[in-house]
């Protein structure tokens, strides 16, 4: 059997063999625990670790200070997010994020309100952008976070986090980005921007999973409490033994971003255009999300009358992930799609297609092809298609909702 | 999610798609579901002069499950009369295509789909739907 197409590099990319070869010598040759001061096994991963410190710094140009190793992006989040509300509460008790963000945001906030915060949850555009003029006027007396993420990962729209991180800044606000999904595809200059921590992962960005980053800007400094306990690692921010294989790739991953980011986009948004190109001109496709501020990698495509999940059971030679509920534990479609204003069916039949460095054009021709098939023939066996053809305007028809 | 051989087979190869004439008196047609709840199961039924179902015809929107339950209950429905149709239950269905408790309403539409099309043939008959 052949193996899949793989287009759905926003959930998890192969780590690159260049960074797995980087990685197995401190599995077993070089294994010692880098807060060993004592020999040479401890100094040898330390060196390790800070090197790779240097690496993921340089790409998001910050200082390696401000690097803390976390376990992934979903760590990140919570610390950051939970960190700085406790710290800060004397200061006001009120958050501000928005409805489209990862779930590790919206938790963590879910969470800080059973403790007394109150979180404001803004809307996007019908875009999936955020007016920053809608931030400016959610911040009131007692606000003291406010997070937004760079790129979503559902339809890769990339915020303007400058404009917001401005308004932050005047209104002496803590800005936190979730940026999981933009490094390596958008360029990130914390020397520059008015960021005050960032979320990092490593298996966005062709990496090993289970290691991340936050960035705590140094200057001016901005303080969390910890979440987890321990030997005060990390200058105290997240105690536990580093894992120094995971370290270390994700630093290389991090340096060959930084390195190929400008050539990687550019052959990957070619790929990623003769994919809208030959699915695009399909009749009743919907691109969800706006086509201008997003990165290239990601094509988030509703086809009408076709129901998402059939539709991927229609292509098992291609990995993609749906916004229907059918491939959801909650039953429920894209709470992503919703906010952008698409109705419900148009959630349920979303395709999100998700490009990435061992992407080929031959996948992109296969994939074209296929999509192509599969969503005639379940046209073809769609009643909703079929009124369609006949003209009836279905939001008129009373359907028993069930 | 693993789909059980049945679901595939009439996925792959759905059984009696289509419709009939809705304005022929000897056809019962019903639509259950909404576009909304990401399922809508259209069945036709065309009822012989005798009472019994010579044949169904399908069109589904909806994930795998919800096609083959519909595309079962096709080949199911010919050759029976009314009453016996309507003894089929939900649950005959998901037991014959093994289907996991999250696509158990898939089963229940189709049986809601059979009830709609054997009330409205009825109405058309002149009879109390």
Known sequence: MNTPIYLDYSATTPVDPRVVEKMVPYLYERFGNPASRSHGYGWEAEEAVELAREQVAQLVNADPKEIVWTSGATESDNLAITGAARFHQGKGKHLVTMTTEHKAVLDTMRNLEREGFVVTYLDPEPSGLLDPQKLAAAIRPGTVLASIMHVNNEIGVIQDIEAIGRICRERGVLFHVDAAQSTGKVLIDLDALPVDLMSFSAHKTYGPKGIGALYVRRRPRVRIEAQMHGGGHERGMRSGTLPTHQIVGMGEAFRLAREEMPADNERIRALRDKLLAGLGNMDETYINGDLQARVPHNLNISFNFVEGESLMMSMKGIAVSSGSACTSASLEPSYVLRALGRPDELAHSSIRLTVGRFTTEADIDATIELITRSVRKLRDLSPLWEMHLEGIDLSKVQWAAH | ?129
Request: net charge negative.
């Open chain 2, 1 to 129: 999610m693993a789909y059980s051989e049945k679901v595939l087979d009439h996925y792959e190869n759905p059984r009696n798609v289509g419709s009939f004439d809705k304005n022929d008196p000897s056809v019962g047609s019903g639509m259950v579901g909404a576009p909304a709840c990401g399922d809508v199961m259209k069945l036709h039924i065309k009822v012989g002069n005798d009472g019994i179902i010579e044949e169904a015809r399908f069109k589904t929107y909806g994930c795998g499950s919800a096609i083959a339950s519909s595309s079962l209950v096709t080949e199911w429905l010919r050759g029976k009369t009314l009453e016996q149709a309507l003894t089929i239950k939900n649950t005959d269905i998901a037991e014959e295509l093994a289907l996991p408790p999250v696509k158990i309403h898939c089963s229940v539409l189709a049986e809601d789909a059979i009830k709609a099309a054997i009330s409205d043939y009825r109405a058309k008959q002149g009879g109390c739907p």
